[in-house]
């Protein structure tokens, strides 16, 4: 008999033993932290729905980023809110545009950051979609023109990767040669490639202003009750061109996360979007959960699914729980339960 010989407990009674056999790690430079940016000066707004999040102005956004650089950060997302929206999505691309200007800043403030941006036209346009309407169809094919002109655009003004995020079909392909054309070879692209058609993305959608003025996205994000589509989605940008391959939501796509690590040889992310960060806030803020140990559990089952780094709302406390000792996993506490 193994019992009592084998006893899987002995591996677990001291908290430095625990991290000497753990199988996941998880440490800052696997996070990244997405920032909202207005025009404005001195802004520093709450989001409602996710309490602890804030939209910035540029300033702000510089001193918030370099604070998170300070942290162990070294990576951030932008995610920019125009003055004024219209029917071409014009704020994505203008050169004055306020993801551009704030990219300009970064690089000069903090040179030591990597400069990711979001590639969308929702927040840009005045029907809150993510490409050019045809009537009521949000139409492919124009859209991908000037979802380039976004991505060159960023790319002039200091990203480090670009991250089409609206779905369309072809638009890695058509960003890749466009940053090609204009002299951005070695810049890479991060493609939503699995990006699910969520109830998870509404307090992004408070943040960034963004929620559709009709319909729905059901069009072009993919269905949630699909896994096997997500392989052809990932296979398809690949083909295009793409460097890394996203998947978003995080929590509730662990096995969708798990089967991309395992038919493709490729760093995949993964996105803890808004909606997972509000129900851990919210449900910590009444004392129904403990708000570290919570997240803290939720980034390492993303981890343990296989995602190489992992956008997400809590990348500065999550930095400074990883470096307190004893260990850097959930546990350290007693729990009340079971």
């Known amino acids: 008999m193994r019992f009592p010989a084998t006893r899987l407990r002995r591996l677990r009674m001291h908290p430095r033993l625990r991290d000497?056999?753990?199988?996941?790690?998880?440490?800052?430079?696997?996070?990244?932290?997405?920032?909202?940016?207005?025009?404005?000066?001195?802004?520093?707004?709450?989001?409602?729905?996710m309490p602890g999040q804030f939209v910035y102005s540029v300033d702000t956004l510089i001193e918030e980023a370099g604070a998170a650089f300070a942290d162990g950060i070294g990576a951030i997302i932008l995610f920019g809110i125009p003055k004024s929206k219209d029917d071409r999505a014009s704020g994505a691309y203008a050169d004055d545009g306020i993801v551009q200007l704030a990219l300009r800043k970064l690089r000069e403030?903090?040179?030591?950051?990597?400069?990711?941006?979001?590639?969308?036209?929702?927040?840009y346009t005045d029907h809150g979609h993510c490409g050019v309407l045809e009537g009521k169809k949000i139409a492919?094919?124009?859209?991908?023109?000037?979802?380039?002109?976004?991505?060159?655009?960023?790319?002039?003004?200091?990203?480090?990767?670009?991250?089409?995020?609206?779905?369309?079909?072809?638009?890695?392909?058509?960003?890749?040669?466009?940053?090609?054309?204009?002299?951005?070879?070695?810049?890479?692209?991060?493609?939503?490639?699995?990006?699910?058609?969520?109830?998870?993305?509404?307090?992004?959608?408070?943040a960034a202003d963004s929620t559709p003025s009709f319909g729905d996205r059901r069009s072009h994000?993919?269905?949630?009750?699909?896994?096997?589509?997500?392989?052809?989605?990932?296979?398809?940008?690949?083909?295009?061109?793409?460097d890394v391959i996203m998947i978003k939501p995080a929590l509730p796509c662990l096995d969708v996360i798990r089967d991309t690590c395992q038919r493709f040889d490729i760093p995949?992310?993964?996105?803890?979007?808004?909606?997972?960060?509000?129900?851990?806030?919210?449900?910590?803020?009444?004392?129904?959960?403990?708000?570290?140990?919570l997240a803290l559990e939720s980034l390492f089952a993303i981890r343990r699914a296989g995602a190489s780094f992992i956008i997400t709302y809590f990348a500065r406390e999550a930095a400074r729980w990883l470096s307190q000792a004893p260990g850097s996993a959930p546990g350290k506490k007693k729990a009340a339960g079971t």
């Open 20 to 49: 000497l056999v753990r199988e996941t790690d998880l440490s800052p430079d696997r996070l990244v932290l997405p920032l909202f940016v207005k025009p404005g000066r001195s802004v520093r707004q709450e989001i409602a729905s």
């Open 109 to 123: 403030e903090v040179p030591g950051v990597l400069r990711l941006t979001d590639v969308c036209l929702c927040q």
């Open 140 to 206: 492919n094919d124009p859209t991908l023109e000037l979802l380039s002109r976004t991505a060159v655009s960023h790319a002039r003004a200091g990203a480090d990767m670009v991250a089409p995020s609206d779905m369309m079909d072809g638009r890695v392909g058509v960003i890749r040669r466009a940053l090609d054309e204009t002299g951005f070879t070695d810049l890479p692209i991060l493609s939503y490639a699995a990006k699910y058609a969520s109830a998870f993305y509404g307090p992004f959608r408070d």
């Open 221 to 242: 994000q993919m269905d949630a009750r699909n896994r096997r589509e997500a392989m052809r989605e990932i296979a398809l940008d690949l083909e295009e061109g793409a």
């Open 268 to 293: 995949v992310a993964a996105y803890q979007v808004s909606g997972e960060y509000a129900l851990v806030a919210a449900a910590a803020e009444r004392g129904w959960i403990d708000r570290r140990e």
